[in-house]
């Protein structure tokens, strides 16, 4: 099971491009990079996904190097609302087509005036 | 509207009184899991389920049961609840082939 690392909480100023690095040294060959955001007292909510190179949509990118062992979230010009925990995962294939989650203990961003 | 239903919200209860907390979807996903949430300890998966009747263990399964009778439905069953299950858990549901899984609003139980 491929294990995440990433650093416990980051500050930022608001409109500031943040960018959360994350590991993830021993990720599989089937294995995505899955990065989800939580509020507080709220279930987690799916940012991006990808597998390799460069993934981007209109919250975040997603940058993945050719060896796939890390991966950063790249999230531009935050605002207060974007102050919220920020999980990477590696979602570790199962048969039939499923995908496993598993939860790290995230990123706390902090977004300042 | 696409979602994830759970209730209660919030619930306490004393040591030993059989609990089920409900899980429903309403988007026709064949996975579905549970996990709960504890300062410092971030969310952990307890159960999960890739469709009718296929139940497995996630990382910390000891007091919990769950069934799924219907691909819709997903309850959480506390036999005999302690106080060390008193957490905030969340129940998630996702379509085969896609990391992208849909979460309740949540449960926070106390047990006390």
């Known amino acids: 099971l491929a294990k995440t690392t990433q650093p416990i909480s980051m500050d930022s100023y608001e409109g500031q491009e943040v960018n959360i690095t994350c590991s993830h040294n021993?990720?599989?060959?089937?294995?995505?990079i899955t990065w989800y955001q939580q509020f507080p007292s709220q279930g987690p909510r799916f940012i991006i996904q990808?597998?390799?190179t460069k993934v981007t949509n209109e919250v975040a990118s997603l940058f993945i190097p050719a060896d796939r062992k890390s991966s950063t979230l790249s999230l531009p010009r935050v605002s207060l609302s974007d102050t919220a925990v920020y999980y990477c995962?590696?979602?570790?294939?199962?048969?039939?087509?499923?995908?496993?989650?598993?939860f790290g203990k995230g990123t706390k961003l902090s977004v300042i005036p | 509207e696409a979602q994830v239903t759970q209730n209660p919200r919030y619930l306490i209860t004393v040591t030993g009184k059989k609990l089920t907390v409900t899980c429903s979807q309403n988007?026709?996903?064949?996975?579905m899991s549970w996990y709960r949430q504890d300062p410092g300890l971030g969310l952990r998966q307890i159960y999960y389920?890739?469709?009718?009747?296929?139940?497995d263990k996630g990382d910390v399964p000891e007091g919990y049961k769950v069934s799924r009778k219907e691909k819709r439905n997903f309850p959480l069953i506390l036999e005999s609840p302690s106080p060390n299950q008193t957490s905030l858990y969340f129940c998630?549901?996702?379509?085969?082939?896609?990391?992208?899984?849909?979460f309740g609003q949540g449960t926070r139980l106390t047990v006390v």
């Open positions: 998630a549901s996702s379509s085969l082939m896609n990391t992208e899984a849909f």
């Open positions: 021993n990720i599989a060959t089937n294995d995505y």
């Open positions: 990808g597998y390799k």
């Open positions: 995962l590696v979602a570790l294939t199962l048969g039939a087509g499923s995908y496993q989650l598993t």
């Open positions: 988007m026709n996903h064949e996975y």
């Open positions: 389920s890739m469709n009718v009747e296929v139940t």
